[in-house]
Structures are given as structure tokens and as C-alpha cells.
């Protein structure tokens, strides 16, 4: 009996410092990091708005070659999510939920972790105006329930969150300034684009193989178009419908704008009709071409355009004709709803 009632006094010792333990620890945490971004601050805040964007940036994606990336709902929308399964002991699985955004102020998102634990938190990203650029904070915030609390006596959640926040901020300031400079470079046009007809192969591929996808599939077409008698009206263009950074795929179709319609397997008809259209002319090899799309995105975050697909790049120049790539067209169609 004694034996007992000196384990029963244990236990309740143990209670009450536990008690204490939960009282004294903090219930809530928030870390925050900034840094100063010399680029526009709409130019920054489009890199925030959007899921597709927190790609480039992410600096737990950058740790997890493994991690897959899927955005859901209309990306800069509030419902949208940034949903992510990785390496269960790197970054695990989880979602993130657009909850606000204030254009050009501030986006605020929901955190709900789903392994290797459970856990929820909230965040927001500001961005403001200073002499110097754009000034970036990034925080979350959330609350430890009890017992759980008492954690934060011996850990500290900004010294485990805040060195993360701070490279993710590096990342999004190299981003973003290399952002600026390209845009600079190119002149965004509001054109009349003539409807077209296109004999087309479309298929959804890795990023890594979209050139030997145009080198196979606009020799099949021109060989079609030789068989049933249709004459080239136009560029071998690219059209493309999505491009997935995080998966590293594009749902995409190489074309050629043909005079009449003709039925051959594994060839399909899309028709683009006339209508406004907006182009970038850019000169260049086609591995630097991004530059001249995020110019177009910005011109579009710019003027609260919303993108229809799809996407047209007009290949003007033959490369077999003409060996500087410096020297190389393509025109960039996007189209507004």
C-alpha cells in the first residue's frame, strides 16, 4: 500500500507540473521574415498571388525532388489550393488554401499539414512600397493547444520555421528581379488575330521533351497535308492548352495552319477564330523564350486580363535557314476572356 500511494503522490506531482508546464507555455506562435525585392511591387505580388508561381520560390520544394505539386480551383482565387506530397521525411503531405487576397497587398492562405503529423496554421504574405523596392513579409501564425504547448519550452518555432522563410524569401527576390530585367526587354501589342484552321497532333509531355516532340510530329502533318493535297498557310506554331510547373508536364499540340480541313489518323482539326489577341515579338533561341512569356503574364497581372487558353507561339524563322539564333521569330499569341 505504501508502495502504491508513493506512486499515486508521483503521479500527481507529475499532473501538476504538467499543469504548470501548459500554463506557462506560449499557447500561440508566429514567425515572420522580410526582405526588400528591387522589382515593381505588382510584379512581386504576382509571384504571390498565384499557387503556380510559389513554385519557383518554395523553398521546401527545393529540399524534395521528389515533392509533386498540384494546384486546384481558379489560381489567385480565394478557394484555390497548393496541394503536396513528398518524401515523408523531408516535407510529407499537405495543402495550402488561398483565404484572402487584398490586390497588390497582401494574400492570405490556410496551412493544413497532413503527415508526417497533423498539424493547422495560418499565414499571409504583405507586400508594400519603400525607397529602396518592394518590402516582402512572410508569416504564419497558429496556436498550440495543451499539453502540446508545453513543446515550445524546448523548441522555438521562428529558430525551426524562420531560416526556411528567409531562404524562401531569396529565392522569390531572385525570381523576382531577374523577372524585372527580363520584362524590360519586350513589348506587349493588342493585335487582331486572324482566325485560323490548324491540322494538329496533340499530346501532354515533360517539359524535358517538347523539342523532339515538334522534330516527330510536324513532319507527320506536312506529310499528310502532301498526301490529301492541303497547302501551309501559315508558321509551324506550338499550342498549348496547360503548363504544369509542378508536374513538369504541358498539355500541348504542334501545328500548322492549314487551307482546308482533311481527315488522317493521329491528326486532329483545331480552329482558333478571330478575334483580339495580344503578342510579344521575340527574337531568340527557343530554350530563352520564358522570358518573353513572363513579360506577357505580367502585362496580363498588369491590366487584370484573365488568360484564355490557349497559348500560340508562331515559329517564323527556319532554323535550317538561318544559323544565328539571335535572328530566330516567334510570335507569341495570348488571348483574353
Known amino acids: 500500500m505504501k508502495t502504491l500511494k508513493i506512486i499515486g503522490i508521483i503521479i500527481l506531482i507529475l499532473i501538476v507540473i504538467i499543469i504548470i508546464l501548459g500554463l506557462v507555455a506560449p499557447k500561440k506562435y508566429h514567425v515572420e521574415r522580410t526582405t526588400v525585392i528591387k522589382a515593381p511591387k505588382d510584379l512581386v505580388f504576382m509571384n504571390v498571388k498565384y499557387w503556380q508561381k510559389w513554385i519557383a520560390w518554395n523553398p521546401w520544394g527545393k529540399q524534395d525532388s521528389t515533392m509533386k505539386i498540384t494546384v486546384e480551383g481558379t489560381d489567385g482565387e480565394v478557394g484555390s489550393k497548393y496541394i503536396w506530397v513528398g518524401d515523408p521525411k523531408l516535407t510529407g503531405k499537405g495543402e495550402m488554401v488561398n483565404t484572402g487576397v487584398k490586390e497588390n497587398e497582401e494574400m492570405t492562405f490556410h496551412l493544413h499539414f497532413l503527415e508526417p503529423w497533423e498539424s493547422e496554421s495560418d499565414g499571409y504574405i504583405r507586400v508594400a512600397d519603400t525607397d529602396s523596392g518592394t518590402k516582402v513579409s512572410w508569416a504564419f501564425l497558429g496556436k498550440n493547444p495543451f499539453p502540446w504547448n508545453i513543446m515550445m519550452l524546448f523548441m522555438s518555432m521562428d529558430k525551426t520555421i524562420g531560416p526556411d522563410f528567409e531562404k524562401g524569401l531569396a ?120 522570358d518573353a512569356h513572363i513579360a506577357m503574364d505580367f502585362y496580363f497581372h498588369q491590366n487584370s486580363l484573365k488568360q484564355q487558353i490557349p497559348v500560340v507561339e508562331e515559329y517564323v524563322t527556319d532554323p535550317g535557314s538561318e544559323a544565328d539564333s539571335s535572328k530566330w521569330l516567334t510570335v507569341i499569341y495570348y488571348f483574353a476572356k
Do not use: W
Open 171 to 290: 529565392l522569390l527576390k531572385s525570381v523576382c528581379e531577374k523577372q524585372a530585367a527580363a520584362v524590360q526587354k519586350f513589348a506587349v501589342k493588342e493585335v487582331d488575330f486572324p482566325g485560323k484552321t490548324y491540322a494538329i497532333i496533340r499530346k501532354t509531355i515533360s517539359f524535358n521533351n517538347i523539342q523532339k516532340f515538334y522534330a516527330e510530329s510536324f513532319g507527320k502533318i506536312i506529310a499528310a497535308m502532301q498526301k490529301h493535297g492541303a497547302v501551309m498557310t501559315g508558321a509551324p506554331s506550338g499550342i498549348y492548352f496547360s503548363y504544369d510547373e509542378g508536374k513538369g508536364v504541358t498539355d500541348m499540340a504542334a501545328a500548322i495552319p492549314v487551307s482546308r480541313v482533311f481527315e488522317e489518323p493521329g491528326i486532329d482539326t483545331y480552329e482558333i477564330p478571330a478575334g483580339k489577341a495580344y503578342k510579344i515579338n521575340y527574337y531568340g533561341p527557343y530554350e530563352k523564350i520564358g
